[in-house]
């Protein structure tokens, strides 16, 4: 199999896409087993930020250099992602939040703010739930609330509702 690196122009590496955000740096961190690739920049607060799916550590682009400007930013791409390691196994969201807290206590963090969005927000909320002494704040980006309430909302109407006009008292995930 080609590796993902070579199906893509140059300018779309990692070292290309870092040009375009003066300040961050490039790294790799082999935790929890698996070799996980962040780029971070500032100083502060530590703030991760966790990208969804199928996106990299590029998609928060737009506003890490404001972010970075109050905090220590570190975006990563989590496993099977972007530039980090993509093993067989290991996708459960507590081990993908165990490769995060890892990568803090690797990078000698104690506790931080995690930003999740979509996938990462899943691996954001895990995080929280698992590590609570390791985190500062928890902020999910377009996902559902992990709770109870969840496990009873519908993600399609019932067959033979979906007309015109659904109802909307009714919420669908989708």
Known sequence: MQPVSSLFPASYSDEA??????????HYATVNGVRLHYVEDGS??????LPGWPQTWYSYHPIAAGLARHYRVIIVDIRGMGSSEKPAAGYDKK???????????HLGVTKASILGHDIGGMVASSFGFNYPQATHK????????????LRQMPLLPAPG???????????YLW
């Open 17 to 26: 896409l870092l040009r375009r955000l003066p300040g961050f740096t490039d």
């Open 44 to 49: 502060g607060p530590v703030l991760v930020c």
């Open 95 to 105: 081990t993908m939040a165990q490769d995060i807290y890892e990568l803090l206590r």
């Open 138 to 149: 928890l902020i999910l980006a377009d996902g559902a609330h992990p709770s109870e309430g």
């Open 161 to 171: 509702s979906f007309t015109d006009k659904m109802n909307g008292q009714q919420p």
